[in-house]
C-alpha cells in the first residue's frame, strides 16, 4: 500500500534568492488569476472546466506574459481550473458563487520544475533555478526529518509557500510499505478531526469548531465581489483583488486559531497523532464544501501539520470512505445510518451527533490501517471525550461513564 506523507520543510535560502522567489510567486498567481477570469467566463459565455481546453487557449499568452517554465505556467492554469470546476458544481445546487481569486504566496512544484534531494531542494524560479537548504530538526526521529532521511520515501510534489516571513516546502512523500514502524513502548491514542461545511471541524474528543463565522464572511465576500464584478470597472476590478487579500488575510487568521486549539487539545489528551481525512478527493466526500472550504481544509491541515512538528506530535491523513455513514459503536454501514447532522445506527441503534460519529471513525480509520499493514508496534486507541475506543471499536471508559 502507498504510505503518504506531507514534510513540513523550512528552506534556507541563498543569497539574492528571496527576490526571485517572490516574482516567481506573483507570476504564478498571474497565470491562475488569468486562467481564473478566462474560465470563468470562456470565449462565448460558458465556464470552462477543461484542463485542455484552458491550456490551448491560454498557454501560450501566458508563457509569453511571463519569465516561468513552461511546466509552472500549466501548473497555475491548472490550479485555477480546479477551482472553477468547484464554482461551477456550487451553481449546479443553485447556490451563489464567484469567480475563484488566487492571494496565497504559493507555488505548486513536481518533479519537472523541482528537484527534490535529501538535503536541499532545486527550484525552478523566473530567472533559472536556485537550490535551497532543508532547515531540519536535529532529533532524526521527528517529522520531517524522519521522511526526508528515510530513503524509501520518495518525493513526488511539493508546494512551496511564503508564511511569517519564511519560506517552506510542503513535500508530498510517499512510499510502499509494510509499515511496521513506530514501535514504541508505550500506550498512544489518537485524536480523529471530521472536515466540514456547517462544522468546520469536529474532534474525536467532542470538541466542535462552528463554520457559522466562516460561512459568514464567505457570503460577505462573494457578495462584495459579484457587485463589484456587475460594475466591470478598473476601479472595480482593483476592488476585487483588494476583497481578495482581506478575505484571505481574516481566515488565514481563524484557521491559524484552529490549529492552534486543535493542537491543544492533542496535548490536552496526550496524543500521540491528529488523524485527518485524506483531501485528495474531498469535494466527492463534502459535494456542497465551496472552493472557499476546500482551500480552508487544506490550509487548516497544513497549519496543524507543520505547529504539531515542535510538540512531537504527528498529523497523518487516512482514507475518508464510509466514515460519515459508518457506526463507530458496531461498524454497520448504511446511507441511512446519517440524515443531516444526526447520525442512528440502523442495527445497533447507536445515536449521536454525525460530524462527532464520523470524527470517531476518522481515528479508528488510522487505527485499521496500522493493524491491516501488520505494524507491531505499541497498542494505539482512539481518544474520545471521555474514555478511549480500540481497533475493533470497543469502549474503554476512564470510570463508569458512556462515551
Known amino acids: ?3 503518504r506523507r506531507t514534510a513540513v520543510i523550512k528552506l534556507g535560502l541563498p543569497e539574492g534568492a528571496e527576490p526571485l522567489l517572490q516574482e516567481t510567486v506573483e507570476q504564478f498567481k498571474h497565470c491562475a488569476n488569468t486562467a481564473s477570469e478566462w ?6 459565455g460558458f465556464h470552462v472546466t477543461s484542463k485542455v481546453k484552458a491550456e490551448n487557449a491560454l498557454y501560450d499568452q501566458l508563457k509569453t506574459d511571463t519569465d516561468l517554465t513552461a511546466n509552472l505556467v500549466q501548473k497555475g492554469i491548472r490550479r485555477a481550473v480546479e477551482a472553477v470546476k468547484s ?3 456550487r451553481l449546479k445546487r443553485g447556490e451563489n458563487t464567484s469567480k475563484p481569486h488566487f492571494s496565497a504566496d504559493s507555488v505548486v512544484y513536481d518533479k519537472r520544475s523541482a528537484t527534490f534531494h535529501r538535503d536541499h531542494v532545486s527550484l525552478s524560479t523566473v530567472d533559472g533555478r536556485i537550490e535551497c537548504e532543508y532547515i531540519l530538526p536535529d ?22 509557500q511564503y508564511r511569517d516571513g519564511d519560506w517552506y516546502l510542503h513535500a508530498s512523500m510517499q512510499k510502499e510499505t509494510d509499515e511496521t514502524s513506530e514501535s514504541d513502548a508505550e500506550h498512544r491514542t489518537v485524536l480523529g478531526v471530521d472536515l466540514g461545511v456547517n462544522n468546520l471541524a469536529v474532534t474525536s474528543t467532542g470538541t466542535f469548531w462552528s463554520g457559522d463565522e466562516f460561512n459568514h464572511w464567505r457570503r460577505e465576500y462573494e457578495k462584495r465581489r459579484s457587485d463589484l464584478q ?7 476590478h482593483e476592488n476585487i483583488q483588494s476583497v481578495g487579500r482581506k478575505e484571505t488575510g481574516r481566515f488565514e487568521i481563524y484557521l491559524h486559531s484552529v490549529a492552534n486549539e486543535l493542537l491543544d487539545e492533542a496535548i490536552k489528551n496526550d496524543c500521540s497523532h491528529i488523524v485527518f481525512e485524506d483531501l485528495t478527493h474531498i469535494r466527492d466526500e463534502i459535494p456542497n464544501a465551496t472552493w472557499q472550504h476546500v482551500w480552508a481544509f487544506r490550509r487548516l491541515y497544513e497549519y496543524a501539520e507543520y505547529k504539531a512538528v515542535e510538540q512531537g506530535i504527528e498529523v497523518v491523513q487516512v482514507d475518508p470512505r464510509n466514515t460519515s455513514n459508518r457506526c463507530s459503536t458496531c461498524g454497520f454501514t448504511h446511507d441511512d445510518n446519517r440524515q443531516q447532522e444526526s447520525f442512528e445506527c440502523q442495527q445497533c441503534g447507536y445515536e449521536n451527533h454525525a460530524d462527532y460519529n464520523a470524527a470517531k471513525n476518522v481515528g479508528l480509520q488510522y487505527l485499521r490501517r496500522r493493524q491491516s499493514a501488520g505494524d507491531g508496534g505499541a497498542p494505539v486507541d482512539v481518544r474520545l471525550n471521555r474514555g478511549t475506543l480500540n481497533v475493533s471499536g470497543e469502549y474503554n471508559p476512564p470510570a463508569s461513564t458512556e462515551a
Open 1 to 3: 500500500m502507498d504510505y
Open 139 to 160: 532529533n532524526a526521529e521527528r517529522p520531517p526529518t524522519k521522511y526526508v532521511a528515510d530513503e524509501e520515501f520518495e518525493f513526488w510534489m511539493g508546494h512551496l
Open 39 to 44: 474560465c470563468w467566463h470562456g470565449d462565448d
Open 87 to 89: 464554482g461551477v458544481e
Open 230 to 236: 456587475q460594475c466591470g470597472s478598473r476601479y472595480a
